[in-house]
């Protein structure tokens, strides 16, 4: 496999996982990824850690960017939050991200 590309895999809401080949020179995050593979994940703000609609959980045992202050204020307001809880445009996909897995949160309650 091209080494600008790792596989992450993600498990939509009704439990079907999604083995992603994901780019790393685009600078492009996990929600833009989910997105474009036609997961329901809404990024209604456009990945400025405004909102909770790309919430993820992070399955495997990688070590991630730390959570940006904007990035844990939002989860403190969303629902289904979990020790694991990430959101999904604040994750840049990078090399580090080879054999990732996530879990896409369940829909707010509004």
């Known amino acids: 496999m091209d080494d600008t590309i790792v596989l992450i895999t993600i498990?939509?809401?009704d439990g079907?996982?999604?083995k992603l080949e994901a780019p790393t020179d685009m600078n492009m995050n996990i929600m833009e990824l989910c997105k474009a593979a036609e997961l329901p994940v809404k990024g209604t703000?456009?990945?400025m850690a405004l909102c909770?609609?790309?919430h993820v959980y992070v399955e495997s045992d990688h070590q991630l960017s730390e959570m940006s202050e904007d990035e844990?204020?939002?989860l403190d307001q969303a629902f289904f939050v979990e020790?694991?809880?990430r959101l999904g445009c604040q994750l840049h996909i990078a090399k580090s991200f080879e054999g990732l897995e996530l879990?896409?949160?369940p829909e707010s309650e509004d």
């Open 45 to 47: 703000c456009g990945g």
């Open 11 to 13: 498990t939509d809401r």
């Open 72 to 74: 844990e204020d939002m």
């Open 103 to 105: 879990q896409l949160a």
């Open 83 to 85: 020790d694991n809880s």
């Open 16 to 18: 079907v996982e999604h």
């Open 52 to 54: 909770s609609t790309c």
